[in-house]
């Protein structure tokens, strides 16, 4: 192979790849148009609820979950904004934290029991308060915002 021989079938070849690209890409979109059994109708009629999918790392987050996430935001929003409050979801836990940082716990839901539901508090000693209802976390309003001032002193 000589440079004159490269460079004479050199744009040949170059067309020649562009062309199987689009050959393929338009088969890959035609196959999924046709083998759509939604039409555009379908999808919007559709529930627009996610179905939730569970990871492969065993970690699943629960509604009660979720709730007590969304009460303990409601609850601190008077110290900090909402946006800052994160949940972050662990196998033996559901941790809720200021600024999606570990070393700023504001609580841990311990929901994973079967019948028992805890959550530990961060104020002065960490300590486990065992509720019935997610409903309950409403009762310790007071030791949440206390962990929440503890982290501007």
């Known amino acids: ?64 979950e979720i709730d007590a996430y969304n009460i303990v935001r409601a609850l601190v929003c008077a110290k900090v904004d909402i946006e800052r409050v994160v949940m972050r979801d662990t196998k033996s836990y559901c941790g809720i934290l200021l600024d999606d940082n570990n070393r700023k716990p504001i609580c841990r839901l311990r929901f994973n029991g079967k019948s028992i539901k805890r959550v530990e508090f961060f104020n002065d000693d960490a300590d486990r308060v065992e509720i019935k209802d997610v409903k309950d976390i409403f009762l310790f309003k007071e030791r949440l915002l206390n962990t929440i001032d503890k982290y501007f002193q």
């Open 1 to 64: 192979m000589t440079q004159s021989v490269v460079s004479e079938f050199k744009p040949t070849v170059y067309d020649a790849i562009q062309q199987f690209i689009r050959e393929q890409v338009d088969t890959r979109l035609k196959k999924a148009l046709n083998s759509s059994d939604l039409s555009v109708s379908d999808v919007m009629r559709s529930d627009p609820v996610e179905k939730e999918v569970e990871p492969e790392d065993g970690i699943e987050t629960t509604q009660e």
